[in-house]
């Protein structure tokens, strides 16, 4: 995304194809903020209801403090209806 000038880019966690989400949902927590930042990132952008946010008030607290967004997109469906 373009934010202050500076084009920068966003992290995208969502399920693999035929991921077992029942047991290995993508995940994001403070340490994914802290690598995000350090990378340079905008921002996070999550699968809406088929991610974890862990530890969410330290996580969303950390990322505010670094100027970082995250964002819910809504769930993809794969070319069979998924």
Known sequence: GRLAGKTRGVLVKCAKPGQELRADL??????????????GLAGIAVEAGRSLILEGPTTLSRANALGLFIIGLPVAESADGR
Do not use: D, N
């Open 26 to 39: 993508p995940s994001i927590g403070p340490q994914t903020v802290e690598a995000a930042h350090a990378a």
